[in-house]
């Protein structure tokens, strides 16, 4: 889109990162975790490190595709690491995205965990080949 473009022609680098963010809402949203079930809990996932790595330049009017693989989860969730990445139209690998994050209680405003059959559900998000259980 025009809108996701810089003055060089090429996706901005802030696009990257939404794009990322749009993925992890819609596979979240697949697994149960939706904005419905957020604002009946009043948490909502927060992000604490996001790391992008550019690859190559993606244009105006080219299709991406932006894959989603937890790379780092502590074993109740409560806090986790995932890795995007994202492909141009012709397949090439075109940006990672690395991102930290946890749960929030948007009213105790602080950390917290998801009831226990919303951490099975995340737990089924696909795991990375480094995947690292902590058990901290």
């Known amino acids: ?5 810089d ?5 901005r680098h802030s ?12 596979v979240l949203d697949n697994l149960g975790l939706d904005y419905k079930t957020f604002q009946e809990l009043r948490v909502g996932p927060v992000l604490f490190r996001e790391e992008l790595i550019y690859l190559r330049e ?7 595709r932006v894959t ?15 890795r995007h990445i994202i ?23 602080k950390l917290t965990i998801l009831p226990e059959e ?3 559900k995340f737990a089924e998000l696909p795991k990375s080949i480094d995947f690292d259980f902590e058990m901290v």
Do not use: C
């Not at 889109?1 to 473009?5: D, G, N």
């Not at 989603?68 to 995932?82: A, M, P, V």
């Open 15 to 26: 696009a990257y990162a939404d794009f990322a963010a749009q993925a992890r809402i819609a």
């Open 118 to 120: 919303l951490v099975l």
């Open 68 to 82: 989603l693989e937890l790379t780092k989860s502590r074993n109740d969730g409560s806090r986790w690491s995932i």
């Open 87 to 109: 492909y141009r139209g012709d397949g090439v690998k075109a940006a990672i995205v690395n991102v930290d994050g946890a749960w929030f209680d948007v009213e105790k405003r």
């Open 1 to 5: 889109m025009w809108s996701h473009l």
């Open 58 to 64: 993606v244009g105006l009017n080219e299709t991406i």
């Open 7 to 11: 003055p060089n022609l090429h996706m």
